[in-house]
Antibody, heavy 121, light 108 residues
Framework: QVQLVESGGGVVQPGRSLRLSCAASGFIFGSYDMHWVRQAPGKGLEWVAAIWHDGDNKNYGDSVKGRFTISRDNSKSTLYLQMNSLRAEDTALYYC??????????????WGQGTLVTVSS | EIVLTQSPGTLSLSPGERATLSCRASQSVSSRYLAWYQQKAGQAPRLLVYGTSSRATGIPDRFSGSGSGTDFTLTISRLEPEDFAVYYCQQYGTSPRTFGQGTKVDIK
């Protein structure tokens, strides 16, 4: 069965860095585009970044552009999010998600349970 | 950036009633690229509908999606107790792939 397990979250001071990982299993990781989505406490969903199945194309939300970098290692079935220059407003639960694509449409069909990042001094 | 505005913010209904949730886009979105998710407290989002009207695997047929251009709707024909949750629309047409702010469906 498809599983996505995020790790790497924790408490970090403003201005510092953190790297999140998402270990995938149960499907051919290298065949799917992948996303990071976050949710601040008590707030709605915010799309963070996406990466093509081969890693050749990456897109970012405006609030993280230039500070966050999405990457993947298809040989390890793992997705990453390198977060630099962290701010208090980056505090959130970070989900990784798999993108399903068909002739009918696209969407994220599998999600991990998230890893919590808290940015605080 | 495409802004998605969901309405109402909260919908208070009773089990068995019909729920109609709206998602309005600031620019036209291809019908292939509009999805709906359900999220319950403490859980990850669950995909309900993709491509405006295609139900995801295992989603009951009381959930249906419709719309085109800038106006999209998620309808729950008869609310079951497990349907009380927060619902989000998302567009995949252009980057950033924005979400709406959510509609909470709670028990009246």
């Amino acid at each position: 069965q498809v599983q996505l397990v995020e790790s790497g979250g924790g408490v970090v001071q403003p201005g510092r860095s953190l790297r999140l990982s998402c270990a995938a299993s149960g499907f051919i990781f290298g065949s799917y585009d992948m996303h990071w989505v976050r949710q601040a406490p008590g707030k709605g969903l915010e799309w963070v970044a996406a990466i093509w199945h081969d890693g050749d194309n990456k897109n970012y939300g405006d609030s993280v552009k230039g500070r966050f970098t999405i990457s993947r290692d298809n040989s390890k079935s793992t997705l990453y999010l390198q977060m630099n220059s962290l701010r208090a407003e980056d505090t959130a639960l970070y989900y990784c998600a798999r993108e399903y694509s068909s002739s009918s449409g696209k969407a994220c069909d599998y999600w991990g349970q998230g890893t919590l990042v808290t940015v605080s001094s | 950036e495409i802004v998605l505005t969901q309405s109402p913010g909260t919908l208070s209904l009773s089990p068995g009633e019909r729920a109609t949730l709206s998602c309005r886009a600031s620019q036209s979105v291809s019908s292939r690229y509009l999805a709906w998710y359900q999220q319950k407290a403490g859980q990850a989002p669950r995909l309900l509908v993709y491509g405006t009207s295609s139900r995801a695997t295992g989603i009951p047929d009381r959930f249906s999606g419709s719309g085109s251009g800038t106006d999209f709707t998620l309808t729950i024909s008869r609310l079951e107790p497990e349907d009380f949750a927060v619902y989000y629309c998302q567009q995949y047409g252009t980057s950033p792939r924005t979400f709406g702010q959510g509609t909470k469906v709670d028990i009246k």
